[in-house]
């Protein structure tokens, strides 16, 4: 049975955007083409994210209760709004999908490498259908949990891999010119940082929405601050080799050794990675479910949960021919793919939503009338 329209406190709604925006993060190279550079793309992309941000939080506070689609309807007409609409369920099924290919990978190479690839992706799949048909209130609960142990796990590896750092590896700066910087910091801004412009869906359940905005810029700020530590923790571990591998945090986690006894931690923290996982597809298929019901002017999400859940594990497997394709679309094609998903539209609703606003100032003044003359005695 459907339930009511379920309302989210703005702690367990940054906790999802938290795990959502570290997600595959925790796992990949991040500005890989800046080198040991990577750091200062990641503050540039930072700063230029909080404005991308602070657009799709603006418009949900000025139309509170209304989500991106709902808003689109009422600037652009129903069919434009609509057209929004598949939009965004595409994108969000298309990003869940990348995302399952993604861990499926990882469990892959470094865990499970004789088990058949779609066993794993059913196994993840099914979770993430079951956390998005018990509603975003359970995520969220699930979400706090989780990040619990990861900030745990972020915060105990870089104390035991400290004795191995070598800080000359972030030495000298900037020796490539900014070139390399600024494709880094626009490839940071496509992934991850922007690709929370799915929560626009989400922001309308907020039990505070006159918080949103602030909520969804701290938490951006956050996440990309704990983006920032990572690196440079892979870069002083590993150096220039930590923008060449595919998985540099995995390999980073092998120089822990605690008395010569508890070594090989790595295996355990890939339990943490695929927490962070499982937040980001249950996102990316709650979102394109919600976008089709709002589409379809239904009321039951839950309908289109189990068909895009079967569509996404079995797009998965086809969607890369091998890795080097994934990687390859990932670091080349991905961040100008995105770009109108996670800038052009909601840039062009800010813009008609001031345009409506001022429009109807003068409109609201005429309807008053002239204001009448006090008689002067």
Same mark, same amino acid.
């Given at each position: 049975?459907?339930?009511?329209?379920?309302?989210?406190?703005?702690?367990?709604?940054?906790?999802?955007?938290?795990?959502?925006?570290?997600?595959?993060?925790?796992?990949?190279?991040?500005?890989?083409?800046?080198?040991?550079?990577?750091?200062?793309?990641?503050?540039?992309?930072?700063?230029?994210?909080?404005?991308?941000?602070?657009?799709?939080?603006?418009?949900?506070?000025?139309?509170?209760?209304?989500?991106?689609?709902?808003?689109?309807?009422?600037?652009?007409?129903?069919?434009?709004?609509?057209?929004?609409?598949?939009?965004?369920?595409?994108?969000?099924?298309?990003?869940?999908?990348?995302?399952?290919?993604?861990?499926?990978?990882?469990?892959?190479?470094?865990?499970?490498?004789?088990?058949?690839?779609?066993?794993?992706?059913?196994?993840?799949?099914?979770?993430?259908?079951?956390?998005?048909?018990?509603?975003?209130?359970?995520?969220?609960?699930?979400?706090?949990?989780?990040?619990?142990?990861?900030?745990?796990?972020?915060?105990?590896?870089?104390?035991?891999?400290?004795?191995?750092?070598?800080?000359?590896?972030?030495?000298?700066?900037?020796?490539?010119?900014?070139?390399?910087?600024?494709?880094?910091?626009?490839?940071?801004?496509?992934?991850?940082?922007?690709?929370?412009?799915?929560?626009?869906?989400? +922001?309308?359940?907020?039990?505070? #929405? !006159?918080?949103?905005?602030?909520? &969804?810029?701290? $938490?951006? *700020?956050? /996440? =990309?601050?704990?983006?920032?530590?990572?690196?440079?923790?892979?870069?002083?571990?590993?150096?220039?080799?930590?923008?060449?591998?595919?998985?540099?945090?995995?390999?980073?986690?092998?120089? +822990?050794?605690?008395?010569?006894? #508890? !070594?090989?931690?790595?295996?355990? &923290?890939?339990? $943490?990675? *695929?927490? /962070? =996982?499982?937040?980001?597809?249950?996102?990316?298929?709650?979102?394109?479910?919600?976008?089709?019901?709002?589409?379809?002017?239904?009321?039951?999400?839950?309908?289109?949960?189990?068909?895009?859940?079967?569509?996404?594990?079995?797009?998965?497997?086809?969607?890369?021919?091998?890795?080097?394709?994934?990687?390859?679309?990932?670091?080349?094609?991905?961040?100008?793919?995105?770009?109108?998903?996670?800038?052009?539209?909601?840039?062009?609703?800010?813009?008609?939503?001031?345009?409506?606003?001022?429009?109807?100032?003068?409109?609201?003044?005429?309807?008053?009338?002239?204001?009448?003359?006090?008689?002067?005695?």
């Amino acid at each position: 049975m459907e339930k009511g329209v379920e309302r989210l406190p703005n702690t367990g709604f940054a906790a999802v955007m938290y795990m959502f925006l570290l997600g595959s993060t925790l796992t990949l190279p991040l500005a890989a083409v800046a080198g040991h550079d990577a750091w200062i793309s990641i503050l540039l992309a930072i700063a230029v994210s909080l404005g991308i941000v602070w657009m799709y939080s603006h418009l949900c506070q000025l139309y509170p209760g209304k989500n991106l689609i709902e808003i689109g309807e009422e600037l652009f007409g129903v069919w434009i709004g609509r057209l929004i609409g598949i939009c965004y369920a595409w994108y969000a099924f298309h990003l869940g999908v990348m995302v399952v290919r993604n861990f499926t990978e990882l469990i892959l190479m470094v865990a499970l490498p004789k088990t058949p690839p779609v066993v794993i992706a059913a196994v993840m799949v099914a979770t993430v259908l079951w956390a998005a048909y018990a509603g975003i209130e359970v995520l969220a609960r699930c979400s706090i949990f989780i990040l619990g142990f990861v900030l745990t796990e972020g915060m105990f590896s870089i104390i035991f891999m400290g004795k191995d750092f070598q800080p000359s590896n972030l030495l000298p700066v900037i020796d490539k010119g900014w070139t390399p910087i600024l494709q880094g910091m626009t490839g940071l801004i496509g992934f991850p940082l922007c690709e929370t412009v799915l929560f626009a869906m989400i +922001i309308p359940q907020l039990n505070k #929405i !006159e918080q949103a905005k602030k909520t &969804v810029l701290w $938490t951006t *700020v956050a /996440g =990309g601050l704990l983006l920032l530590l990572i690196n440079i923790r892979n870069t002083l571990i590993l150096g220039e080799l930590s923008s060449r591998l595919i998985y540099p945090s995995y390999t980073a986690y092998q120089y +822990i050794s605690i008395a010569d006894f #508890i !070594e090989r931690v790595e295996p355990a &923290v890939i339990f $943490t990675w *695929v927490m /962070g =996982g499982f937040v980001k597809i249950c996102v990316c298929l709650y979102v394109s479910a919600k976008s089709l019901t709002t589409i379809l002017s239904s009321k039951r999400f839950r309908t289109y949960l189990v068909p895009l859940s079967i569509l996404m594990l079995l797009y998965s497997r086809i969607i890369y021919r091998n890795n080097a394709e994934m990687i390859f679309f990932a670091g080349e094609v991905y961040q100008w793919y995105v770009a109108p998903f996670e800038i052009i539209i909601p840039l062009l609703m800010l813009l008609a939503a001031a345009w409506a606003k001022r429009k109807k100032k003068p409109s609201s003044l005429s309807e008053e009338g002239p204001i009448p003359e006090v008689p002067v005695t």
